[in-house]
């Protein structure tokens, strides 16, 4: 199972999960509730997969290493527009902006291979009431063509006309940048998310 970061994973047998005890209590919690995970960037070996837990709070992220074999489904962030997820959501949270603004970026992005992922993705997946009024949108963008500044300042100010922030990530593999540090950096570097770590490279188009 091909297994990228921003992939919600569902977890079968949560209380059998090796590192069950030693998470905190509000992991656990959250987990029994819901028992989605999203894969974080970092070596996947020996059969075992570094996933994020995350919790109501903004502070309440814990990582954690699971076991291939304790993965009963997945979502990707692209599986979520494919099947245009927020058109589902309970009519009492498709009034926060990061729903309201999915409907009008869509058109925008429909030349790109998109999708969700952030709070917005979690809540699609797992049902949990996750997004805030003021949470930004987190869109996960693979084969991204190279673009000059001009270009990815120009696509980021179409998208950000609707009332939420959003922070647009172009990955491929395991790596991935942010458009708008590119579009707006003074310097002669960008940073690179890594399997390995952050790393600042001169073109974040050259693998």
Same mark, same amino acid.
């Given at each position: 199972?091909? &297994?990228?970061?921003?992939? $919600?994973?569902?977890?079968?047998?949560? %209380?059998? !999960?090796?590192? +069950?005890?030693? @998470?905190?209590?509000?992991?656990?919690?959250?987990?029994?509730?819901?028992?989605?995970?999203?894969?974080?960037?970092?070596?996947?070996?020996?059969?075992?997969?570094?996933?994020?837990?995350?919790?109501?709070?903004?502070?309440?992220?814990?990582?954690?290493?699971?076991?291939?074999?304790?993965?009963?489904?997945?979502?990707?962030?692209?599986?979520?527009? &494919?099947?245009?997820?927020? $058109?589902?959501?309970?009519?009492?949270? %498709?009034? !926060?902006?990061? +729903?309201?603004? @999915?409907?009008?970026?869509?058109?925008?992005?429909?030349?790109?291979?998109?999708?969700?992922?952030?709070?917005?993705?979690?809540?699609?997946?797992?049902?949990?009431?996750?997004?805030?009024?003021?949470?930004?949108?987190?869109?996960?963008?693979?084969?991204?063509?190279?673009?000059?500044?001009?270009?990815?300042?120009?696509?980021?100010?179409?998208?950000?006309?609707?009332?939420?922030?959003?922070?647009?990530?172009?990955?491929?593999?395991?790596?991935?940048?942010?458009?708008?540090?590119?579009?707006?950096?003074?310097?002669?570097?960008?940073?690179?998310?890594?399997?390995?770590?952050?790393?600042?490279?001169?073109?974040?188009?050259?693998?």
């Amino acid at each position: 199972m091909e &297994l990228l970061p921003h992939d $919600l994973i569902k977890l079968g047998a949560i %209380k059998n !999960l090796k590192e +069950f005890e030693r @998470l905190a209590q509000w992991a656990k919690l959250s987990l029994v509730r819901a028992p989605w995970v999203v894969v974080r960037r970092g070596y996947q070996s020996a059969g075992m997969v570094p996933v994020g837990i995350r919790g109501n709070l903004r502070n309440e992220r814990q990582s954690a290493m699971v076991s291939e074999q304790a993965i009963v489904g997945k979502v990707s962030p692209f599986d979520l527009v &494919l099947n245009k997820m927020w $058109l589902s959501v309970n009519s009492s949270r %498709k009034t !926060l902006p990061v +729903f309201q603004a @999915l409907d009008a970026i869509a058109p925008i992005m429909r030349d790109f291979s998109w999708g969700i992922g952030g709070s917005c993705g979690y809540e699609l997946v797992s049902g949990v009431p996750m997004a805030k009024v003021s949470s930004d949108l987190d869109i996960i963008v693979q084969n991204f063509p190279k673009v000059s500044v001009n270009e990815a300042q120009k696509l980021l100010s179409e998208l950000n006309q609707y009332g939420v922030h959003i922070d647009l990530q172009v990955v491929e593999g395991q790596n991935g940048f942010s458009l708008e540090e590119y579009a707006h950096n003074r310097s002669q570097t960008i940073l690179m998310k890594t399997e390995k770590g952050p790393q600042l490279v001169p073109d974040p188009w050259e693998r």
